[in-house]
């Protein structure tokens, strides 16, 4: 049986994020310097180290950011108005609004608010049609990321059975599209999926992103298939940990230390079945905010007709 190969989802977005660093510098030459505004709506810990890791990543790779911090207590007027403004600034080419917003907050009126032109996150309606008509646009970070993954990996995608869990506007639904645009042959299963593990066992590539801590187990895989697993899951529990990590013990080190650790929506058994997987952390994950670079300087570039 063949050791599968581990895709290093670290080592791609160093990459992606030195074209970026050198797409900056080319530009600066030209007098323009990409900026980003990174939202943040009251004090949420975890977004709040996600935000800050996007800014300093982004001034990094010689990009301009802004971070705006409205209350918690804020109005979707108040952010509507704070959308505008951002809308209206030339140094500004992306905006980011971390999620999840207070629940006062519209966050669907805010997002659709959001010019098309600086949506870096791909999500305005105006973009996902655009992605879907195969015309220019901003695809969502992690999607893009994913087949980033692929292609330089080498991993073939034209031709090949793809079958994606989970139909979210944000990863399900949009690597769907990418996939097809590139030629794969593919399959959305969800909750509602009669016998899934029958579907699972004919991908080439199987795409893991339903939210559940180790739902793929190595019976849903097919010898060979590549697997990019989009969860993050955190675990608690000893016994939560003994049935995914059982005998893993560099991994119970950190576990007994932190007293949580991460699982994705793969079981770890499941990776030995496959040819190529992303392993979880240090897969997917990583090019996300390396996407949201890349976007962030598309934009500027499309913006300013450089494209």
Request: with cysteine; aromatic share 4%.
């Amino acid at each position: 049986m063949m050791t599968p190969r581990i895709l290093d989802g670290n080592a791609i977005a160093a990459q992606i994020k030195a074209e970026v660093a050198a797409e900056a510098q080319a530009l600066a030459a030209k007098g323009v310097r990409p900026g980003l505004a990174a939202v943040l709506v009251g004090n949420v810990p975890a977004s709040e180290i996600y935000v800050r890791n996007k800014v300093r990543t982004s001034e990094q790779l010689g990009l301009y950011s802004d971070l705006i911090t409205p209350p918690e207590t804020v109005t979707t007027e108040e952010m509507l108005d704070v959308v505008a403004q951002l809308n209206a600034r030339d140094d500004i080419d992306g905006i980011l609004i971390q999620l999840p917003l207070p629940k006062q907050v519209n966050a669907k009126r805010l997002l659709e608010a959001v010019s098309p032109e600086k949506d870096v996150d791909g999500f305005h309606p105006v973009n996902v049609g655009r992605l879907q008509t195969g015309q220019p646009a901003l695809a969502p970070c992690t999607p893009a990321g994913m087949i980033e993954i692929l292609k330089r990996s080498d991993i073939p995608i034209a031709g090949q059975n793809a079958v994606v869990i989970g139909r979210s506007d944000i990863v399900g639904k949009p690597i769907s599209i990418l996939l097809l645009q590139e030629n794969a042959t593919v399959t959305i299963c969800h909750s509602k999926t009669r016998d899934l593990a029958s579907v699972t066992r004919n991908a080439d590539i199987l795409v893991a992103a339903i939210g559940r801590p180790g739902f793929v187990t190595p019976e849903m895989v097919k010898p060979g298939a590549t697997i990019l697993d989009v969860g993050i899951n955190r675990i608690s529990s000893r016994e939560e940990f003994d049935k995914y990590f059982a005998g893993d013990e560099k991994r119970e080190q950190a576990f007994l230390l932190k007293g949580s650790t991460i699982v994705g929506d793969v079981h770890p058994e499941a990776f030995k079945v496959a040819g190529a997987y992303t392993p979880v952390p240090g897969g997917v994950g990583p090019l996300t905010i390396a996407m949201l670079m890349a976007n962030t300087v598309r934009a500027a570039k499309l913006r300013r007709g450089l494209v």
